[in-house]
């Protein structure tokens, strides 16, 4: 509604200057405003079915995050199997690497991954999000299969340059699923179908822990732990090249109303001028270095805890690869259902009032400050089941990021959203690669509780700092520069067209 608001407003204002009367432009306004609201009541009870072709697209790109994820992590749990043969099947080859190269291995992902994030984002703003998904996914679930026999001809040099391909492949995901969300969920909607958008990477995540080591004492010892998310992979991206859509203009499965319903939504009209990426302003926006600094100490506390949680039970905690998968996949499991439960609770008191901005920052607080005060209890305990209840609570309350800085991306600009993912992400991401790396400097000795404080503090300490500039400086407000640069003859044109400066303008 604001965003028709915005564009009655431009016309009133082109009027005067057209030398209209202003009573003429404000009748103007005002039957148009009634025409708007009028069309939205009825679209909304046409509509408001619970389940429509948005949610189809959202399911698919929970689908997507799950298998993306599970691709990312099985290394996290094979490994243990890939360097101790005998606490798994032990007719597989088992390889001598030391903590340091373990460490590189799992963080040489991120190498590649920060790589396509920028051009994934652009390239998603331009072409349309659905192929650029297709191709990162499928190329990546490729090279999972390809794994065990690149152990096996060229040990974990090889190993190391496929998942840089690996991680170039999904840099193009997180940029691409945020402009999906962008041109697909309703304004009302946006935080709920994110979430469970995003859910899906705790989901694969869980899947991926929790199976592993059972795959691994299998008959299809753990090269099968590649084969069988890589082969999933392939068949996501079958069922995606028919029913995936980048906008709801581009769906052949949409009936007109919901269609109607989303675009007015969200203000986007088919046909409307693309917009160039305003670079300068972005990266002189106060509110966008907020959200990549939060977005920097959430990837280093997250990726630190999830490459290091199964190394960390099976030394200090003592647990076998059976149960080590199991637990290490329980804080997973309780953040993919915190997730709807933070939802329902942000959904609720949203309608009860609470500002966007408010709310947006409340759940990082939650999300954030949690873990770092979990993290601290962590570092001082002995008790192995202390110890996973306390990483459960680290893990499944960072959830409500998920409504917090996570969304920040669509709020600052739905236009850029994409982009400004792939800047947050290819900066946040470098903490990905660090993370791993600094672990493997402190913890020489994997039996040692005091290095493991260590790394537990700084994931604390990367929690407190984000979460606090975040809610110093982070806004909710669709920023200026949400429609870029244009020229006057432009500026014009849209007017002529119905389109307004302030509206947003969706890439055709």
């Known amino acids: 509604m604001t965003n028709q608001k915005y564009i009655l407003d431009s016309m009133l204002v082109d009027g005067k200057k057209n030398g209209e009367s202003v009573a003429k432009a404000s009748e103007a306004k005002e039957n148009q405003l009634k025409t708007v609201d009028g069309s939205a009541k009825g679209n909304q009870s046409e509509t408001g079915s619970l389940f429509g072709i948005r949610h189809l697209q959202c399911f698919l790109l929970f689908l997507c995050l799950t298998v993306a994820y599970a691709l990312r992590v099985n290394l996290s749990v094979a490994i243990v199997a890939m360097t101790n043969a005998n606490s798994t099947n032990p007719d597989f080859p088992e ?127 753990w090269p099968g732990i590649f084969y069988i998310s890589g082969a999933v992979g392939v068949l996501w991206s079958i069922v995606w090249y028919f029913y995936g859509a980048s906008t709801p203009a581009e769906s052949k499965s949409i009936s007109v109303e919901e269609r109607k319903f989303i675009e007015t939504s969200i203000g986007s009209t088919p046909n409307t001028v693309k917009p160039k990426t305003p670079w300068l302003a972005i990266f002189t926006s106060i509110p966008f270095y907020s959200l990549i600094f939060v977005h920097c100490a959430h990837n280093w506390g997250f990726w630190t805890l999830l490459t290091e949680i199964p190394t960390y039970m099976a030394n200090i905690l003592k647990k076998d690869i059976k149960s080590n998968a199991v637990l290490s996949a329980l804080p997973y499991f309780v953040m993919c259902l915190l997730c709807y439960v933070f939802s329902f609770i942000a959904d609720l008191l949203f309608k009860r009032g609470l500002s966007l901005s408010t709310s947006r920052k409340v ?117 200026p520069w949400n429609n870029g640069p244009v020229s006057r003859r432009q500026s014009t044109r849209e007017a002529e067209n119905g389109t307004a400066r302030n509206g947003p303008v969706e890439s055709t």
């Open 95 to 221: 390889y001598t690497w030391n903590e340091k190269t373990k460490s590189l291995l799992l963080s040489s992902f991120f190498w590649g991954y920060i790589i396509t994030q920028i051009p994934g984002g652009a390239i998603a703003q331009k072409y349309g999000a659905k192929y650029c998904l297709l191709i990162g996914l499928l190329l990546c679930s490729l090279m999972a299969i390809l794994t065990p026999y690149f152990a096996a001809i060229g040990d974990w040099p090889l190993v190391c340059a496929l998942r840089v391909v690996q991680g170039l492949c999904q840099g193009v995901l997180f940029p691409s699923v945020h402009t999906l969300i962008s041109k697909w969920a309703p304004v009302d909607e946006r935080g709920k179908l994110g979430t469970y958008t995003y859910s899906g990477t705790q989901f694969g995540t869980v899947l991926m822990l929790g199976s592993s080591g059972v795959i691994a004492s299998s008959s299809a010892g």
């Open 363 to 479: 759940f990082n607080t939650i999300g954030q400050w949690g873990p770092a005060v979990a993290l601290i209890g962590l570092g001082y305990t002995t008790d192995a089941t202390l110890a996973i209840v306390l990483l459960t609570i680290t893990v499944g309350i960072n959830s409500a990021t998920y409504l917090g800085f996570q969304m920040n991306h669509i709020d600052l600009s739905p236009n850029f959203a994409g982009t400004l993912m792939g800047i947050t992400n290819c900066a946040a991401n470098v903490m990905s690669i660090i993370a791993p790396l600094v672990v493997g400097f402190i913890v020489t000795d994997e039996e040692n509780a005091f290095q493991w404080r260590i790394v537990f503090f700084i994931s604390a300490a990367f929690f407190f700092t984000g979460n606090l500039l975040f809610c110093l400086f982070g806004k909710t407000e669709v920023q």
